[in-house]
T-cell receptor, first 111, second 112 residues
Framework: GEDVEQSLFLSVREGDSSVINCTYT??????LYWYKQEPGAGLQLLTY?????DMKQDQRLTVLLNKKDKHLSLRIADTQTGDSAIYFC???????????FGKGTRLSVIA | DGGITQSPKYLFRKEGQNVTLSCEQN?????MYWYRQDPGQGLRLIYY???????QKGDIAEGYSVSREKKESFPLTVTSAQKNPTAFYLC???????????FGQGTRLTVV
């Protein structure tokens, strides 16, 4: 079955770059997403990448996709205290199939 | 403002009681989803609906029920058969044939 793995915790200093990693098992995954969850809130879509892309950049966010290794990463440049949250990787292979989520990585930013 | 509204934000119930969580969206989305979140467990799919009057079980549907009588609404009932109902419940919606899901703010259910 489908499985998405993430490390549970990451701690960085303010101003440094953060890299959150994700691996998935389903080779047919076509759509890969990163969501952010602040305490007690719902999930906010941050960015996404399609499987025919290797990289996508959106302001401070850079997504890298290695299809061969089924590895996805989210890089946050110049990390701020407001970036402290849980980050979820999610994947699916079609528009009629619900997203499968990883367990989330809790990012702590130290001032 | 368009969006997804979950109510209430906090809900307390006694063990053995059924409880219904509300999810309403005015985004004109066809598909709606219910996920359960437990600490360290990520999000697990309970039920989803791609169209009115139709829904499918997710990975952890036991002890839950849903209905989809209107496009805007997808209520989730947590029944007394659910053994560990205390959790954070998240509702989401998306345009049909789209994978981009938009989430509500969640309902934290505590069963005592």
């Amino acid at each position: 079955g489908e499985d998405v793995e993430q490390s549970l915790f990451l701690s960085v200093r303010e101003g440094d770059s953060s890299v959150i990693n994700c691996t998935y098992t389903d080779s047919s995954s076509t759509y890969l997403y990163w969501y952010k969850q602040e305490p007690g809130a719902g999930l906010q879509l941050l960015t996404y990448i399609f499987s025919n892309m290797d990289m996508k950049q959106d302001q401070r966010l850079t997504v890298l996709l290695n299809k061969k290794d089924k590895h996805l990463s989210l890089r946050i440049a110049d990390t701020q205290t407001g970036d402290s949250a849980i980050y979820f990787c999610a994947e699916t292979y079609s528009g009629n199939t619900p997203l499968v989520f990883g367990k989330g990585t809790r990012l702590s930013v130290i001032a | 403002d368009g969006g997804i509204t979950q109510s209430p934000k906090y809900l307390f119930r006694k063990e053995g009681q059924n409880v219904t969580l509300s999810c309403e969206q005015n985004l004109n989305h066809d598909a709606m989803y219910w996920y359960r979140q437990d600490p360290g467990q990520g999000l697990r799919l309970i039920y989803y609906s791609q169209i009115v009057n139709d829904f499918q079980k997710g990975d952890i549907a036991e002890g839950y029920s849903v209905s989809r009588e209107k496009k805007e609404s997808f209520p989730l009932t947590v029944t007394s058969a659910q053994k560990n109902p205390t959790a954070f419940y998240l509702c989401a919606s998306s345009i049909r044939d789209s994978t981009e899901a938009f989430f509500g703010q969640g309902t934290r259910l505590t069963v005592v």
